[in-house]
């Protein structure tokens, strides 16, 4: 069938072809023709992509090109869309080279192709118009260096680099997975491109200004030029007046965070010892929490490079606590320190007891400045449905309860529950704590925690397990029980439920993101939605 289908004879080619539209069923149509085409050889695939009738033309685009050993294939579309005689032929060329798996190869295309002819069709290929011309850096404009693992050599002038054009005009792109590729391939060339966007910045069309913009941001806020910078702040203090808080996903959640009673910012930025305030949004504030981390530098491979330029980014940009600490508005009378890692202190690496220690310290202190202080954490798992979260609440200068969640329920410390209560007493110790903000669950969820609650005392293998020493279990605690007893089901009782953020939280102030004193050296940087 494969051979009848790629036939010499035309004829042959789309007889094969109208019967299988005939005979294939609607439902295994897709993966049927996928399987046809895929094991054509170069011939095969010529005499599809060059048909003149376009419902055979169409079948080449099944032909999945993603693999080393079919860039043949590539090669050959990119020939057939310099060739004049298959001009009917283009957009199904174009459509076969649009592939993720293709970015390379399209790149050193633009890099060698004529500005005409050729040039345009590709310019088209990647979502450019077919006008684009690409820019040009001379020497005064991109004077620093860059590494371009495409280029013969690898570190080379910037203005010498023949690919880094092409970077810079697919970040206008109206192809997103282009643009991704685009910034992925700056980011590896490092900070010497900076030069180049910050030009591209003052003459290109929008799209790409705003991209030029978001990979100037991450490589460091500093590298944003003033007068964007003025744009910016001024835009998020516009936001900032209407902003109406939303809900934060849980399922996305991964990092610590305080919760202290205080309408006073200072307090809390003096308390944390936290410097350089920068006003932000609330979604700027909590974008880092819902998975928007900065961009890899691929600072590990500068390291290697000759120059103490080099030498110098690959201890800038490599690998760190991020250290954005996010200080939001009061929210229901309640102030959120959001923080990653071991941003707020402590001592990477340190045995568990030792950081436990630290955190017990941290909140005690607190809640004698604050008259009470919360600390939460969450840790999620893309594999699997669940999390691992802890929380701990002091108040007065006392921990009043610290309950770990993961594979079981552990009370680590508490001065109001007994050692050897069950975890209907937990249970009870929450709801007796409940501020009384949080939305009340329905009728159907309130017996099916109650249910939960039960079934859990009733084995007592399954209960309440008082630990002081022992390391909770790296399983991750179930979805009901984390609701029950995670750190989202405290924090809603207890202070501010993230999940339930909306028109009814009462908000006073602004946020600000500010980093820790012993940080300071740190670079900040990260494209953040506003």
Not at 352 to 379: K, N, P
Not at 489 to 494: C, N, S
Request: with cysteine; glycine share 6%.
């Amino acid at each position: 069938m494969r051979a009848l289908a790629s036939d010499v004879d035309p004829r042959t080619r789309r007889h094969t072809w109208a019967a299988l539209e005939q005979v294939v069923d609607d439902g295994n149509r897709d993966n049927f023709f996928a399987l046809l085409v895929d094991d054509l050889d170069t011939e095969q695939f010529r005499r599809l992509l060059t048909d003149t009738d376009p419902e055979v033309r169409i079948r080449a685009r099944w032909m999945d090109t993603t693999g080393f050993q079919k860039d043949p294939f590539a090669m050959m579309a990119l020939d057939l869309l310099a060739d004049e005689r298959f001009d009917y032929a283009w957009p199904d060329c174009m459509e076969v080279l649009r592939r993720p798996a293709r970015f390379d190869t399209l790149v050193d295309a633009l890099a060698e192709a004529p500005r005409a002819g050729p040039g345009e069709r590709l310019m088209v290929t990647v979502g450019l118009p077919a006008g684009t011309r690409l820019p040009e850096f001379p020497p005064e404009q991109a004077p620093s260096t860059v590494a371009c693992w495409r280029c013969d050599c690898e570190l080379m002038a910037a203005h010498r680099c023949r690919h880094l054009p092409v970077f810079v005009a697919l970040l206008g792109s109206s192809l997103d997975w282009v643009r991704e590729f685009a910034v992925s391939a700056l980011c590896e060339c490092g900070p010497g491109v900076t030069g180049p966007l910050e030009s591209m910045r003052r003459r290109s069309d929008f799209a790409a200004r705003r991209q030029a913009l978001v990979l100037l941001a991450e490589f460091g806020w500093n590298r944003i030029p003033a007068e964007d910078l003025r744009v910016l702040q001024r835009l998020i203090q516009m936001k900032q007046k209407t902003e109406t808080p939303q809900p934060l996903n849980y399922e996305y959640l991964d990092g610590s965070w305080y919760a202290l009673p205080t309408t006073d910012q200072a307090a809390v930025i003096d308390a944390f010892d936290l410097c350089d305030p920068i006003p932000v949004t609330m979604r700027m504030g909590f974008a880092p929490w819902q998975g928007r981390a900065p961009l890899p530098v691929y600072a590990e491979g500068w390291a290697n490079m000759d120059g103490d330029f080099w030498a110098e980014n690959s201890r800038l940009y490599e690998r760190y606590p991020y250290p954005e600490v996010f200080i939001t508005p009061v929210l229901d009378g309640w102030t959120l320190v959001f923080y990653r890692d071991h941003a707020l202190g402590g001592i990477p690496g340190s045995p568990s007891v030792e950081r436990q220690d630290e955190t017990y310290q941290r909140v005690e202190e607190l809640s004698i400045r604050f008259g009470s202080a919360h600390w939460y954490e969450q840790f999620g798992d893309d594999y699997e449905p669940g999390c691992r979260s802890q929380w701990c609440v002091a108040r007065d200068g006392e921990v009043l309860m610290h309950c770990v969640s993961a594979g079981d329920v552990r009370i680590r410390r508490s001065g109001e529950i007994d050692q050897t209560a069950s975890l209907d007493r937990l249970y009870q110790w929450l709801e007796a704590n409940d501020n009384g903000r949080g939305p009340r669950p329905s009728r159907a969820e309130a017996e099916r925690v109650e249910g939960y609650v039960k079934m859990l005392c009733e084995h007592s293998d399954m209960g309440l397990l008082r630990d002081d020493d022992a390391e909770p279990g790296s399983d991750m605690a179930s979805p009901l029980q984390d609701q029950v007893f995670g750190a989202r089901a405290a924090a809603q009782r207890l202070s501010v439920g993230l999940e339930t953020l909306g028109p009814q939280t009462r908000v006073q102030g602004t946020g600000v993101m500010a980093v820790p004193a012993h940080l300071r050296h740190r670079l900040r940087r990260g494209a953040l939605p506003i």
